[in-house]
């Protein structure tokens, strides 16, 4: 009997059009780790590495994925997005493996649970009701009144700002409710209600960390300096290092802290998002995953490493190493969809990638490609990322490259 040890395992779990699946893939066969990818779509790997399933019907995913583990033993299981994450805590509890409390991950994933958690626990949170989607006019007038105008509805279980509306008054309410019903998956768990809540005025950002043993490492305080008021809030840039200063940085940090212990969150990725204002620093949003589309192509450690990397290193109990970010300021530009139709051409693409500071542009639709605008579509056509010594240089970097893209959506 040979005692040559076996590479570790990992179970990734990658759902349908995840924007960093490469990336993750990559890093796990860099540290030398086998792959076995838990997905609802058919990637180009060899059938032995693919698991099908599905992460609405998770159960039946979770009996499949302990079935395969009987023959092919799982060391580590990783999710990279909320759906993917649930089910990722579920697994690693049922294999015995290091894991967040599986409630912890699913209030996370429950918008209208994790409100119900920062009410219970003290933590600032905006007023709140549930609200069903296919309510009556009178009865949603009355949710609404009792809570005031504007009010934003947001769908439990969806990210991006996908069905995310601002409402400003009762007559704009049934309407905004059709549509927050469109953009809900008939296949969701939560698609009968919404949650809504007061809107909140102020500063946004967003707040990328690792938790590792219970500590929280920051890795980036984002600004995103673009987010409007609404009525709808496609995300557009984020740059860091902020420039809140440090008693509001503090707020930011205390408050991820009081979130990850009072839901006993102990490892892995945590994005934060949240609202400061003259009253504090409230979290409008979090989730137990890395930051989403393209985003973390600007993180990387101080050694060199990537995010994904140090992901993978977790979830396999490998050495982490470093958990600092690179001192340089960084920035994302994304692109959201500004009309419905076909993508008839993408133009300025090199021009774009020629601003010195701009370190690449991806596009993440084709020409051809069918689009339609938030809240209802998907929420970035193609992403801008810089990186410099300054923010000073990222910034109008982000600003010229945006401006040197053409994106032209013909009506069809």
């Known amino acids: 009997?040979?005692?040559?040890?076996?590479?570790?395992?990992?179970?990734?779990?990658?759902?349908?059009?995840?924007?960093?699946?490469?990336?993750?893939?990559?890093a796990a066969r860099t540290l030398g780790a086998s792959v076995l990818v838990g997905t609802d779509h058919r990637p180009a790997l060899p059938s032995r590495d693919v698991l099908p399933v599905s992460f609405v019907a998770q159960d039946e995913a979770l009996r499949t994925i302990l079935g395969?583990?009987?023959?092919?033993?799982?060391?580590?299981?990783?999710?990279?997005?909320?759906s993917s994450a649930t089910l990722a805590s579920r697994c690693a509890a049922a294999l015995g493996l290091p894991s967040n409390p599986v409630p912890a991950v699913e209030t996370l994933h429950d918008k209208l649970a994790f409100r119900g958690w920062q009410a219970r626990a003290g933590q600032p949170h905006p007023r709140f009701r549930s609200l069903p989607l296919h309510a009556s006019g009178r009865s949603a007038a009355r949710?609404?009144?009792?809570?005031?105008?504007?009010?934003?509805?947001?769908?439990?279980?969806?990210?991006?700002?996908?069905?995310v509306v601002r409402v400003d008054s009762a007559g704009e309410l049934d309407g905004a409710l059709a549509r927050v019903a469109r953009v809900v998956s008939e296949g969701s768990a939560h698609n009968a209600s919404c949650v809504a809540e007061r809107y909140l005025p102020g500063r946004e950002v967003a707040l990328e960390v690792i938790v590792s043993n219970g500590h929280l490492h920051t890795l980036a305080l984002f600004d995103k300096p673009e987010t409007g008021a609404g009525p709808f809030f496609p995300e557009t840039v984020y740059l860091a290092p902020s420039k809140l200063g440090w008693t509001l940085t503090r707020a930011c940090l205390?408050?991820?802290?009081?979130?990850?212990?009072?839901?006993?969150?102990v490892r892995g990725a945590l994005h934060i998002e949240l609202r400061v204002n003259a009253a504090g620093a409230f979290v409008i949003d979090a989730a137990a995953r890395p930051i989403g589309g393209h985003c973390a192509n600007?993180?990387?450690?101080?050694?060199?490493?990537?995010?994904?990397?140090?992901?993978?290193?977790?979830?396999?109990?490998?050495?982490?190493?470093?958990?600092?970010?690179?001192?340089?300021?960084?920035?994302?530009?994304?692109?959201?969809?500004?009309?419905?139709?076909?993508?008839?051409?993408?133009?300025?693409?090199?021009e774009a990638r020629a601003i010195p500071g701009v370190s690449d542009v991806l596009m993440?639709?084709?020409?051809?490609?069918?689009?339609?605008?938030l809240p209802e579509g998907d929420p970035y056509i193609g992403f801008v990322f810089a990186g410099a010594r300054s923010r000073s240089e990222v910034e109008p970097a982000l600003r010229e490259a945006r401006s040197a893209l053409r994106v032209i959506i013909r009506p069809g």
């Open 298 to 350: 600007v993180i990387r450690m101080i050694d060199g490493s990537r995010y994904e990397s140090v992901l993978v290193r977790q979830a396999l109990g490998l050495p982490l190493g470093t958990l600092r970010r690179e001192r340089r300021a960084i920035g994302i530009a994304m692109l959201p969809v500004q009309a419905a139709g076909r993508v008839a051409a993408i133009e300025g693409l090199e």
């Open 68 to 82: 395969k583990a009987r023959s092919r033993p799982i060391d580590g299981v990783l999710g990279v997005d909320e």
């Open 1 to 26: 009997m040979s005692g040559k040890k076996r590479p570790p395992r990992l179970l990734l779990l990658l759902p349908r059009r995840h924007y960093r699946a490469a990336a993750f893939l990559d």
């Open 364 to 373: 993440t639709v084709a020409v051809g490609s069918t689009v339609a605008p």
């Open 143 to 163: 949710v609404a009144t009792s809570l005031g105008f504007p009010l934003v509805l947001k769908p439990r279980a969806l990210s991006g700002s996908r069905g």
């Open 254 to 265: 205390r408050a991820a802290r009081a979130l990850a212990n009072g839901l006993g969150i």
